[in-house]
C-alpha cells in the first residue's frame, strides 16, 4: 500500500513558477513509477510528467521545457518544478505512482494561473 500527499498549489501570475511536492508513504516507494497529471474543469485528466525508479522521464508535450519532475528515493518524494506558468496550465494536479497491476493517487492539489 502507497498513500500519497500533494503540497505546493496555489494562485499565481501568468509567468510565475510553483513548485509541487508529493509525499509517499511506503518503503517500497522507489520501485513505484511516478508521476504528476492534471485535471482542468470540464476535461479529461491528463498525464504531465513521469519519472521512473531509476529517473528517466518523460513530459506532455504542453509542458516541455517548462515542467521539470524529479525524485529522491530516500525521502520518498517526487517533486514538480512547474516555470513559465500559462493560464492553461490551471487544474487540479495529481500525484500518481504506480507499477504492475498497483496505482495510487493522491487527493490533489489545485493550481490557479491568473492575473
Known amino acids: 500500500q502507497v498513500q500519497l500527499v500533494e503540497s505546493g498549489g496555489g494562485l499565481v501570475q501568468p509567468g510565475g513558477s510553483l513548485r509541487l511536492s508529493c509525499a509517499a508513504s511506503?518503503?517500497?516507494?522507489?520501485?513505484?513509477?511516478a508521476g504528476w497529471f492534471r485535471q482542468a474543469p470540464g476535461k479529461q485528466r491528463e498525464l504531465v510528467a513521469t519519472?521512473?525508479?531509476?529517473?528517466?522521464?518523460n513530459y506532455a508535450d504542453s509542458v516541455k521545457g517548462r515542467f521539470t519532475i524529479s525524485r529522491d528515493n530516500a525521502k520518498n518524494t517526487v517533486d514538480l518544478q512547474m516555470n513559465g506558468l500559462k493560464p492553461e496550465d490551471t487544474a487540479v494536479y495529481y500525484c500518481?505512482?504506480?507499477?504492475?497491476?498497483?496505482?495510487?493517487w493522491g487527493q490533489g492539489t489545485q493550481v490557479t494561473v491568473s492575473s
Open positions: 519519472i521512473t525508479s531509476g529517473g528517466s522521464t
Open positions: 511506503g518503503n517500497l516507494f522507489s520501485l513505484y513509477v
Open positions: 500518481k505512482a504506480y507499477r504492475s497491476v498497483y496505482n495510487y
